[in-house]
């Protein structure tokens, strides 16, 4: 009827769409196919310039047009470098001649045009064609960015492109991050690039730190901002030897992390960040067990790392003398272990004779020697190293009464919420608990995995695997203080026949 917009029935709505689904797909491929012969036709240009910026905005995280794009912005920069040095040197020859007419030019002229002369070099003049011909990708990054926040590809260019800069404003990044994070408190892509900048402007670790703080407490939820904190407070409180945080920071960390735990139990990552503050040593290569065994003719060595022989080393000296020995790894397809097996001759071990034994393994930069004395008739000798708590734990976090204060607030921390909000609380006490003493609390400890399998049973096999290992290690552990070399040996999965 007259006077009423004509309306198109579905089945012509859903033809429109198609339509303009398929023109916008044959767009895109043809601008990828100009993009790619381009590039194949090294026609690094304004064109291929312009023409990428079209395919970006509409897809961000195309990283191969990124690539093609810095490649082009490159050869670009250098053209109009030479163009510039080209014209410069042109203009610097015509004033020569110029100048050779007017020798008799006041001093006070002839040094205001040697400053004038210094301040326009090519170099200046090439400066500032290179930062122009950056800044227009600052805007296309914010545009791809509002399009996708999180796109690999954008962020890295935004890095690649400031990295570029003759003189870039660093600050001005900063203030970009800040504003990105107060969109979206929690993208780990802008925090990336937040320690980028804040490394080169003038802001300290302190006012990084500060700001972890302040987006912490706004939600203790932001990992993010936990992680920013655990690489940004070493610096500021290093501990002995430049490891780890200063004892007094430790505990004021902990602190912190604490009163998250207790605000929102049910979140993760002020419990990882716990477990980073209490974070494990890296420790050194060592000896944590060496037998010899008169009759088998073997020599058996259980590091507290894995070695591989083909990136490692291991000799043995037998009363002073150096012997060609054949080692191998307990792991039969020869790959790195912890265990390591010494096949020895009647010429290197006597049937009765008294030995000493000096067995020397090297790894990298470390390197770990140990002796052992096999007294004449004796069938066998043993020397152990029973590990402690520092190799568990940094040396700082490793005394008792840190442990066990953190342990008995997670205990507490237990008593007062529902078990089903217990998750991070019980597998932290486990972790506690085990680092302590596995024998004594071995209980306690299948207690716990008991209750993270009732309300987590997603996870149940995690959690049967880590009881499993963990009850080994108690065993192993209380074989260690009894003292039986044979039971050692069996504890750590080695045979003796």
Same mark, same amino acid.
């Given at each position: 009827?007259?006077?009423?917009?004509?309306?198109?029935?579905?089945?012509?709505?859903?033809?429109?769409?198609?339509?303009?689904?398929?023109?916008?797909?044959?767009?895109?491929?043809?601008?990828?196919?100009?993009?790619?012969?381009?590039?194949?036709?090294?026609?690094?240009? =304004?064109?291929?310039?312009?023409?990428?910026?079209?395919?970006?905005?509409?897809?961000?995280?195309?990283? %191969?047009?990124?690539?093609?794009?810095?490649?082009?912005?490159?050869?670009?920069? /250098?053209?109009?470098?030479?163009?510039?040095?080209?014209?410069?040197?042109?203009?610097? =020859?015509? %004033?020569?001649?110029?100048?050779?007419? *007017?020798?008799?030019?006041?001093?006070?002229?002839?040094?205001?045009?040697?400053? /004038?002369?210094?301040?326009?070099?090519?170099?200046?003049?090439?400066?500032?064609?290179?930062?122009?011909?950056?800044?227009?990708?600052?805007?296309?990054?914010?545009?791809?960015?509002?399009?996708?926040?999180?796109?690999?590809?954008?962020?890295?260019?935004?890095?690649?492109?400031?990295?570029?800069?003759? =003189?870039?404003?660093?600050?001005?990044?900063?203030?970009?991050?800040?504003?990105?994070?107060?969109?979206?408190?929690?993208?780990?892509?802008?925090?990336?690039?937040?320690? @980028?900048?804040?490394?080169?402007?003038?802001?300290?670790?302190?006012?990084?730190?500060?700001?972890?703080?302040?987006?912490?407490?706004?939600?203790?939820?932001?990992?993010?901002?936990?992680?920013?904190?655990?690489?940004?407070?070493?610096?500021?409180?290093?501990?002995? /030897?430049?490891?780890?945080?200063?004892?007094?920071?430790?505990?004021?960390?902990?602190?912190?992390?604490?009163?998250?735990?207790?605000?929102?139990?049910?979140?993760?990552?002020?419990?990882?960040?716990?477990?980073?503050?209490?974070?494990?040593?890296?420790?050194?290569?060592?000896?944590?067990?060496?037998?010899?065994?008169?009759?088998?003719?073997?020599?058996?060595?259980?590091?507290?790392?894995?070695?591989?022989?083909?990136?490692?080393?291991?000799?043995?000296?037998?009363? &002073?003398?150096? =012997?060609?020995?054949?080692?191998?790894?307990?792991?039969?397809? &020869?790959?790195?272990? %912890?265990?390591?097996?010494?096949?020895?001759?009647?010429?290197? +071990?006597?049937?009765? &004779?008294?030995?000493?034994?000096?067995?020397?393994?090297?790894?990298?930069?470390?390197?770990?020697?140990?002796?052992?004395? +096999?007294?004449?008739?004796?069938?066998?000798?043993?020397?152990?190293?029973?590990?402690?708590?520092?190799?568990?734990?940094?040396?700082?976090?490793?005394?008792?009464?840190?442990?066990?204060?953190?342990?008995?607030?997670?205990?507490?921390?237990? *008593?007062?919420?529902? *078990?089903?909000?217990?998750?991070?609380?019980?597998? %932290?006490?486990?972790?506690?608990?085990?680092?302590?003493?596995?024998?004594?609390?071995?209980?306690?400890?299948?207690?716990? @995995?008991?209750?993270?399998?009732?309300?987590?049973?997603?996870?149940?096999?995690?959690?049967?695997?880590?009881?499993?290992?963990?009850?080994?290690?108690?065993?192993?552990?209380?074989?260690?203080?009894?003292?039986?070399?044979?039971?050692?040996?069996?504890?750590?999965?080695? &045979?003796?026949?």
């Amino acid at each position: 009827m007259h006077g009423r917009v004509k309306v198109k029935t579905p089945a012509e709505q859903a033809e429109a769409r198609k339509a303009e689904r398929l023109k916008k797909i044959h767009w895109y491929t043809d601008t990828v196919k100009t993009i790619f012969k381009k590039r194949d036709d090294d026609e690094l240009d =304004e064109e291929l310039l312009a023409t990428s910026e079209e395919l970006l905005r509409v897809n961000p995280d195309f990283m %191969t047009v990124w690539n093609i794009r810095r490649r082009t912005l490159l050869h670009l920069v /250098a053209t109009d470098r030479a163009s510039v040095s080209s014209e410069e040197s042109t203009s610097a =020859e015509k %004033t020569a001649e110029e100048n050779t007419s *007017e020798e008799n030019t006041s001093e006070e002229n002839s040094s205001e045009e040697k400053t /004038a002369a210094i301040e326009d070099t090519p170099a200046s003049k090439a400066a500032l064609t290179h930062d122009e011909r950056l800044l227009p990708e600052l805007k296309l990054t914010m545009a791809c960015l509002a399009v996708n926040p999180k796109s690999y590809g954008a962020w890295h260019h935004r890095t690649w492109v400031m990295d570029q800069f003759h =003189e870039p404003n660093w600050n001005r990044e900063v203030e970009l991050c800040t504003h990105a994070l107060s969109k979206d408190s929690r993208n780990f892509h802008c925090w990336d690039y937040r320690r @980028f900048v804040a490394k080169r402007s003038t802001r300290s670790d302190a006012d990084e730190v500060a700001f972890t703080s302040d987006k912490i407490k706004a939600s203790y939820s932001n990992y993010s901002a936990w992680h920013n904190r655990s690489c940004l407070l070493p610096s500021i409180h290093p501990g002995l /030897a430049g490891r780890g945080l200063s004892e007094s920071k430790l505990r004021e960390e902990l602190d912190f992390a604490k009163n998250a735990m207790y605000t929102d139990p049910v979140d993760q990552s002020a419990f990882f960040y716990h477990r980073w503050l209490l974070g494990r040593e890296d420790v050194r290569l060592g000896v944590r067990c060496m037998y010899v065994d008169r009759h088998r003719q073997q020599l058996l060595l259980v590091l507290n790392k894995p070695l591989d022989l083909l990136d490692g080393s291991a000799c043995v000296v037998v009363d &002073g003398e150096y =012997e060609v020995a054949s080692w191998q790894t307990s792991d039969p397809r &020869g790959l790195a272990s %912890t265990v390591l097996i010494c096949q020895l001759t009647d010429d290197q +071990l006597s049937p009765s &004779g008294a030995h000493n034994l000096t067995v020397q393994v090297s790894y990298k930069d470390e390197t770990a020697i140990q002796m052992l004395d +096999l007294d004449q008739g004796m069938p066998s000798a043993c020397f152990y190293n029973v590990p402690g708590r520092c190799t568990m734990f940094r040396s700082l976090a490793s005394a008792a009464d840190v442990l066990q204060t953190e342990l008995d607030s997670l205990l507490e921390l237990l *008593e007062i919420n529902d *078990e089903a909000d217990s998750k991070w609380a019980l597998l %932290t006490a486990v972790l506690l608990l085990q680092a302590l003493d596995p024998v004594s609390h071995q209980k306690q400890v299948q207690e716990f @995995f008991g209750s993270l399998r009732r309300i987590d049973p997603m996870r149940q096999g995690y959690y049967d695997d880590l009881c499993s290992r963990y009850a080994i290690q108690s065993v192993a552990q209380d074989v260690w203080r009894r003292q039986d070399p044979e039971q050692v040996l069996l504890s750590v999965g080695v &045979g003796l026949s």
